[in-house]
């Protein structure tokens, strides 16, 4: 193993760690940093990947994620929550233990799902693509178990981490207009989620997506 | 099938551009006109721009064949210009048919000033998304349009701020957005495999390029990628067991936007899906991706039907029978054969017609007894004979009795099923009989007998619903030769 | 020169035994300074120990057998695990015999008999005592496990004098499963031996105190061996720590010159694990005795992530 793929590796290895972190963090602030330290770990792999392979569209990328995954939206999400005034709040999760297992095993699932691919591609980034359909499938776990809006949305977010680092690891990055479209998706997408949270705390007098229950098919 | 380059005639095609621009265009342009008198119109005249260049296009390809535009970023063939063509002429009809219910909802007070700018602009941009996905090239490309799609009608589901359609909203915001990441997934993994045989670059997504060397692709990667891929796409087509959105949208958001999003969206996302399952096939030489889509289809039929039965509410229950209808068409996409998906073929085309006729007259409905629960609706024929009738002449129309189109399509799909895949006919059968009964039962009460006293009268919006019926009347009846041709072709690319 | 290696067996051993009350000091040293007391020195614990050896032992007029056996055979098992550890050189006999999976077995034994000994009164504080200790015991191990597979993996074997050789050979690079094994390896330490967040060992709360309220009811040498051994451990879990993550200047095969020098690099190291250990008691606050699972959760998950991350990264 050279020393590109180990550095990689050890950025994926955090990657994982912030995941799993967002998983059971309970602290809206907390949660909110997480998410950005996650964001700056892809965007150091992608510019390691991006200068190890000269593969020079991975610098806009990782550029891309840096202003938006680590500045932009944690940002938004701050002002969000201090307008809101839900900063302090603590989350109810239950059963951390069990989500922990059952994120390990999540993880167990996705390696074995990647193993086609790491064993046609040639890249050095091969073996984090488990890592990051790993992230991936943690950002919809937490969006299944969490039951706050802000932190379903940051797991959202959290897929979409997984996502360009799935796009890296498996081909050096999509190609450029594609990335660009996706963040301009992401972007879009931040602004509605902004809206979003007014019009539920308006509503509802809580982000606790719980008490949305009015649609259930009565049996 | 043999889709290279060169088949392809090159160029610009002005009604292209038009096609994309006008509705791009009328969205900016409304979002400016806002709240103004003119913006209704507007709003039919940005759509019938739209539907005027669908129809030249669709003429071009028929008389010059399939072409590439804009260095290789659009391509058009038969399949994805039949459905721009129907696309741009079911939001024609409803951008003519919210004039009038939108007014009426307006006078009511349930949309504000600042919604309705918001509405007209995000209708458009809506439109604009979904032709973004059909005739674009590239399939991350379609990623971001379909994604885009999603994000234009979030808002517009929300527009009534009550909170079942905030729930609504968010639903359709959190799971649409869980399902399009996986698809986004396995779009990388496409890639991964086109690019060992494509080379880097952008070249390696574009369809036309990955169909011509669709035996190269590695086929373990490939129906690994389709399984992203099915239930990523499969999520907005709406397909059990991934469907929980979408009665919630449905039922919630406007009239105009549930017809849309069930005559457009679930098409458009439909179409997504068979471009990659006709590419996995070639590349496996398999059935796997056609057996995955049967599996979808059949449960979502039988799952669909089931709930009809026990739904209250009248848009909800016309939203599963989306669901249903769309579980038919994924259900022959996959059984795969030209007669399948010519049947397929037309079932869409037939239900984007029916579905958003029927909307229309239940939209109607709603607002004359204030309510959408079936149990308060009654008497419509004697209320309003156009949306009584119309309403049962939609509902004869999707629970496919003859002589309206979609028994031509069921009929087509039934005969493939029982040819290629006997043992399945009767879960069919079942699936459509309970529709039927589920549908006819409900439908029934509400047009006939006297008027309540709380229905009030209106002035429904004639053109469209009669124009739609119409349309899947004499399409039932008699087939033209040229849409017969045109079908053959869009069958041939998919086999 | 070379010595057999059963000599730099017992080297090891004496200075295992010698050296873990002032490690226990040196804690209690940075302890009182990081609170802005003065400081009862750095050999207190040894005055400790003799004053208590020099005291009688009350017994309870109920108690077994078990009572009485349990000090000596903590005492033991103590010396033994620190026998089968490389705290000085990785050229002993001992650990031959036993691998790590015996030395976790070892720890627990000395648990099971100290729980044991805790209910055998019969009164209140020792039955919940152990109960808790058995409930943080039986989370703690599986991930002390997890912690120590993760090595062995890493390293291609189970016996530590291997692990310390092929740690001292490969590449200096930081790998990640090592390091989650290492993140986990510091909780499960900290939850182990007693330390806050998970216990408190200077308090004698009865709402907080899970280590001490089972050997409440000890006195004389029974307590003094009790709290020896408790002093080892200690040390052993911060030299095991020290051999496996940072194996430098442990002495190789027939080299006893380097004894001398292994012991001042462990000196350094256990320094330097002493004031980390300080800076995370001041800092973090006594958690709820329901929230260690989560805590000890947390170090099962860094432990299997990095078994995970061996697997799939390297």
């Known amino acids: ?219 | 099938m043999d889709l290279s380059v060169g088949e392809y005639a090159v160029g610009a095609s002005t009604m292209l551009l038009i096609l994309l621009l006008a509705p791009f265009g009328s969205a900016i342009i409304l979002a400016f006109v806002g709240d103004r008198k003119l913006a209704p119109e507007l709003n039919i005249i940005g759509s019938a721009a739209t539907f005027g260049a669908g129809v030249g296009l669709a003429l071009e390809v028929y008389f010059r064949g399939p072409m590439l535009a804009g260095g290789k970023f659009f391509f058009v063939d038969a399949f994805n210009v039949y459905l721009a063509v129907l696309t741009s002429f079911v939001s024609m009809t409803t951008a003519v048919f919210s004039r009038r219910y939108m007014r009426r909802e307006r006078e009511h007070g349930r949309v504000g000033h600042l919604g309705m700018r918001f509405y007209h602009a995000m209708f458009q941009l809506f439109i604009f998304a979904m032709l973004l996905c059909l005739l674009t090239n590239n399939v991350g490309i379609l990623w971001i349009a379909m994604e885009l799609a999603t994000l234009s009608t979030v808002l517009l589901v929300s527009l009534y701020r009550t909170p079942s359609a905030i729930e609504a909203a968010w639903k359709y915001f959190i799971l649409c957005g869980v399902g399009i990441a996986q698809a986004l997934f396995g779009t990388v993994l496409l890639y991964f495999a086109a690019e060992k045989v494509l080379g880097e670059g952008g070249e390696a997504l574009l369809w036309t390029n990955l169909a011509g060397v669709g035996d190269k692709l590695e086929p373990t990667i490939l129906s690994l990628a389709f399984v992203f891929l099915m239930v990523g796409y499969g999520t907005k087509v709406g397909l059990v067991p991934i469907h929980h959105w979408l009665p919630d949208a449905h039922s919630e958001g406007p009239t105009p936007i549930s017809a849309v999003l069930s005559g457009l969206l679930l098409n458009i996302a439909l179409y997504a899906l068979v471009r990659c399952k006709v590419l996995v096939d070639v590349s496996t030489g398999s059935h796997h991706a056609g057996s995955i889509m049967m599996g979808f289809g059949l449960l979502s039929i039988i799952v669909a039907s089931f709930s009809l039965l026990r739904q209250k509410d009248i848009k909800r229950m016309f939203a599963y029978s989306s669901i249903e209808h769309m579980g038919i068409a994924t259900f022959a996409f996959g059984l795969g054969g030209s007669v399948a998906t010519y049947g397929a073929l037309l079932h869409m085309l037939m239900h984007s017609l029916t579905k958003s006729s029927i909307f229309f007259t239940v939209g109607h409905a709603a607002q004359m007894h204030g309510t959408q629960e079936m149990d308060r609706i009654r008497g419509l024929i004697k209320g309003n004979p156009l949306v009584g009738w119309g309403m049962i002449f939609g509902v004869m129309a999707i629970v496919g009795l003859p002589p309206f189109g979609i028994f031509t399509s069921e009929f087509l799909i039934l005969t493939a099923t029982i040819k290629d895949a006997p043992y399945l006919t009767p879960l069919l059968l079942l699936g459509l009989g309970i529709a039927f009964a589920a549908l006819v039962r409900r439908v029934q009460p509400m047009v006939a007998g006297p008027r309540p006293s709380y229905q009030v009268g209106m002035k429904p919006a004639h053109v469209p619903v009669i124009l739609l019926m119409t349309l899947v009347l004499v399409l039932g009846l008699y087939m033209p030769q040229f849409l017969s041709a045109w079908f053959d072709k869009a069958v041939g690319l998919l086999r | 020169m070379s010595a057999p290696p059963f000599v730099i067996e017992i080297v090891q051993v004496l200075f295992l035994l010698a050296t873990a009350p002032l490690f226990a000091g040196w804690v209690k040293v940075l302890k009182c300074w990081s609170q802005g007391r003065t400081s009862p020195g750095l050999f207190q614990p040894y005055r400790d120990i003799r004053k208590l050896f020099s005291k009688e032992v009350v017994l309870a007029h109920n108690a077994s057998w078990i009572f009485r056996f349990t000090p000596y055979l903590v005492f033991g098992v103590t010396v033994l695990a620190g026998a089968i550890i490389p705290v000085l050189s990785d050229d002993l006999p001992l650990a031959a015999t036993a691998d790590v999976i015996a030395l976790v077995a070892l720890f627990a034994i000395g648990r099971f008999f100290t729980a044991l000994a805790g209910m055998d009164i019969g009164t209140a504080f020792g039955g919940m005592g152990s109960s808790r200790e058995m409930t943080i015991a039986s989370l703690a191990e599986p991930a002390m496990l997890m912690a120590v597979f993760t090595i062995s993996l890493a390293s291609g074997s189970t016996s530590l004098s291997h692990m310390v050789k092929s740690m001292q050979l490969g590449p200096a690079l930081i790998r990640p499963s090592l390091a989650f094994a290492l993140l986990a390896y510091v909780l499960i330490t900290i939850a182990e031996t007693g330390r806050i967040p998970v216990d408190n060992p200077a308090t004698h709360l009865e709402l907080t105190m899970i280590h001490e309220a089972m050997i409440l009811e000890y006195s004389g040498r029974h307590l003094a061996l009790i709290e020896w051994a408790n002093m080892m451990k200690l040390f052993l879990f911060m030299a095991l720590g020290a051999a496996v993550f940072f194996p430098f200047g442990i002495a190789g095969e027939g080299d006893p010159g380097g004894l001398a020098f292994a012991a001042l690099a462990l000196g350094l190291k256990l320094c330097l694990a002493g004031i980390i250990l300080v800076l995370i008691e001041t800092g973090l606050a006594k958690m709820r005795l329901f929230r260690v699972t989560e805590f000890l959760g947390s170090a099962f998950l860094l432990a299997a992530l990095g078994m995970l991350s061996f697997f799939i990264l390297e």
């Open chain 1, 1 to 219: 193993m050279n020393l590109a793929a180990q550095i990689n590796s050890i950025f994926a290895a955090l990657v994982l760690l912030t995941a799993f972190g967002m998983l059971v963090q309970r602290r809206m602030n907390g949660l909110i940093h997480l998410f950005a330290w996650q964001g700056l770990f892809l965007s150091a792999s992608t510019a390691i990947v991006g200068y190890f392979a000269s593969v020079h569209h991975l610098f806009v990328s990782s550029a891309l994620t840096l202003g938006l995954k680590v500045v932009l939206l944690p940002y938004i999400l701050h002002v969000l929550i201090r307008k809101l005034k839900i900063e302090k709040e603590v989350e109810t999760i239950v059963n951390i233990p069990m989500t922990m297992l059952f994120g390990i095993a999540l993880v167990i699932f996705c390696y074995h799902l990647t193993a086609p691919v790491r064993e046609l591609s040639t890249l050095m980034t091969r073996s984090t693509l488990a890592v990051a359909l790993a992230t991936v499938m943690l950002g919809l776990l937490m969006m299944i178990t969490r039951r706050h809006a802000v932190t379903q949305i940051i797991g959202f977010l959290a897929m979409e981490n997984g996502l360009f680092f799935a796009a890296t690891s498996a081909t050096y990055g999509m190609p450029l207009v594609v990335e660009l479209g996706v963040a301009l998706d992401i972007l879009i997408a931040a602004f509605i989620f902004g809206i979003f949270f007014f019009h539920i705390h308006e509503t509802f007098d809580s982000l606790n997506v719980e008490k949305m229950a009015r649609l259930k098919e009565e049996d």
